[in-house]
Protein backbone atom coordinates (compact mmCIF):
# COMPACT_ATOMS: atom_id res chain seq x y z
CA UNK A 1 0.00 0.00 0.00
CA UNK A 2 1.64 3.11 -1.08
CA UNK A 3 1.42 5.71 1.83
CA UNK A 4 3.03 8.67 3.51
CA UNK A 5 2.98 9.66 6.90
CA UNK A 6 3.68 12.70 8.82
CA UNK A 7 4.51 12.89 12.49
CA UNK A 8 6.51 15.46 14.34
CA UNK A 9 3.82 18.24 15.40
CA UNK A 10 2.58 19.81 18.32
CA UNK A 11 2.88 22.50 20.49
CA UNK A 12 6.08 25.33 19.88
CA UNK A 13 6.70 28.28 20.91
CA UNK A 14 7.59 31.44 18.85
CA UNK A 15 11.43 31.01 18.17
CA UNK A 16 11.84 27.11 18.94
CA UNK A 17 12.09 24.35 16.90
CA UNK A 18 10.21 21.51 15.31
CA UNK A 19 10.97 18.63 13.37
CA UNK A 20 8.71 17.02 11.14
CA UNK A 21 8.91 13.94 9.44
CA UNK A 22 7.50 12.55 6.25
CA UNK A 23 7.88 8.39 6.38
CA UNK A 24 6.74 6.91 2.80
CA UNK A 25 6.13 3.36 2.55
CA UNK A 26 4.96 1.03 -0.38
CA UNK A 27 7.47 2.74 -2.54
CA UNK A 28 10.94 4.51 -3.05
CA UNK A 29 10.63 7.61 -1.99
CA UNK A 30 14.50 8.60 -3.41
CA UNK A 31 12.29 7.97 -7.54
CA UNK A 32 10.18 11.34 -6.38
CA UNK A 33 10.02 14.89 -6.18
CA UNK A 34 8.94 16.05 -2.44
CA UNK A 35 6.80 18.66 -1.17
CA UNK A 36 5.61 20.26 2.05
CA UNK A 37 2.02 21.67 2.38
CA UNK A 38 0.28 23.74 5.18
CA UNK A 39 -3.45 24.64 5.54
CA UNK A 40 -4.32 26.86 8.10
CA UNK A 41 -8.25 27.12 8.93
CA UNK A 42 -10.71 28.85 5.86
CA UNK A 43 -7.23 28.97 4.32
CA UNK A 44 -5.95 27.57 0.83
CA UNK A 45 -3.50 24.50 0.87
CA UNK A 46 -0.21 26.66 -0.04
CA UNK A 47 3.43 24.92 -0.76
CA UNK A 48 6.31 25.47 1.60
CA UNK A 49 9.25 23.88 0.26
CA UNK A 50 10.14 21.63 -2.19
CA UNK A 51 13.49 18.94 -2.81
CA UNK A 52 13.99 17.85 -6.45
CA UNK A 53 14.90 14.19 -6.57
CA UNK A 54 17.66 14.46 -9.03
CA UNK A 55 20.51 16.77 -7.76
CA UNK A 56 18.72 17.54 -3.88
CA UNK A 57 18.13 21.23 -4.39
CA UNK A 58 15.71 22.97 -2.61
CA UNK A 59 12.81 25.71 -2.72
CA UNK A 60 11.21 27.59 -0.58
CA UNK A 61 7.95 30.29 -0.18
CA UNK A 62 8.97 33.16 0.50
CA UNK A 63 7.68 33.49 4.32
CA UNK A 64 9.83 30.54 5.49
CA UNK A 65 13.20 30.97 3.89
CA UNK A 66 15.66 31.07 5.97
CA UNK A 67 13.73 29.30 9.06
CA UNK A 68 12.44 25.99 7.13
CA UNK A 69 14.75 23.60 5.72
CA UNK A 70 13.85 20.43 4.02
CA UNK A 71 15.91 17.06 3.45
CA UNK A 72 15.52 13.85 2.87
CA UNK A 73 17.15 10.49 3.91
CA UNK A 74 17.14 8.27 1.20
CA UNK A 75 18.10 5.05 3.24
CA UNK A 76 15.11 6.22 6.02
CA UNK A 77 12.94 6.75 2.95
CA UNK A 78 11.84 9.55 4.93
CA UNK A 79 11.84 13.50 3.99
CA UNK A 80 12.30 16.07 7.00
CA UNK A 81 11.15 19.84 7.29
CA UNK A 82 12.97 21.35 10.16
CA UNK A 83 11.06 24.46 11.16
CA UNK A 84 13.68 27.10 12.87
CA UNK A 85 12.03 30.51 14.70
CA UNK A 86 8.65 29.09 13.79
CA UNK A 87 6.31 32.43 14.00
CA UNK A 88 2.33 32.26 15.13
CA UNK A 89 1.44 32.65 11.26
CA UNK A 90 3.36 29.34 10.77
CA UNK A 91 0.49 27.66 12.55
CA UNK A 92 -1.51 25.05 10.35
CA UNK A 93 -1.72 21.59 9.25
CA UNK A 94 1.58 20.28 7.70
CA UNK A 95 1.52 17.63 4.89
CA UNK A 96 3.90 16.29 2.61
CA UNK A 97 3.65 15.02 -0.71
CA UNK A 98 5.20 13.40 -3.94
CA UNK A 99 5.64 14.36 -7.66
CA UNK A 100 7.44 12.66 -10.53
CA UNK A 101 7.73 15.09 -13.10
CA UNK A 102 10.48 17.12 -13.69
CA UNK A 103 8.92 21.06 -13.48
CA UNK A 104 9.89 22.40 -9.72
CA UNK A 105 6.62 23.35 -8.65
CA UNK A 106 4.39 24.35 -5.41
CA UNK A 107 1.03 24.12 -6.63
CA UNK A 108 -1.00 20.80 -4.55
CA UNK A 109 -2.23 20.67 -7.54
CA UNK A 110 0.80 18.98 -9.16
CA UNK A 111 1.41 16.44 -6.68
CA UNK A 112 -0.02 13.06 -6.67
CA UNK A 113 0.62 11.42 -3.54
CA UNK A 114 -0.59 13.16 -0.28
CA UNK A 115 -0.18 11.87 3.84
CA UNK A 116 -2.66 12.78 6.57
CA UNK A 117 -1.13 15.50 7.97
CA UNK A 118 0.32 16.61 11.17
CA UNK A 119 -0.61 20.10 13.16
CA UNK A 120 1.50 22.13 14.24
CA UNK A 121 0.36 25.32 16.85
CA UNK A 122 3.24 27.83 17.05
CA UNK A 123 2.05 30.03 20.40
CA UNK A 124 3.36 31.07 23.46
Known amino acids: QVQLVESGGGLVQPGGSLRLSCAAS????????IGWFRQAPGKEREGVSYIRKTDGRTYYADSVKGRFTISRDNAKNTAYLQMNSPKPEDTAGYYC?????????????????WGQGTQVTVSS
Open 97 to 113: ATRVGIETTLHPADFRT
Open 26 to 33: GFTLDYYN
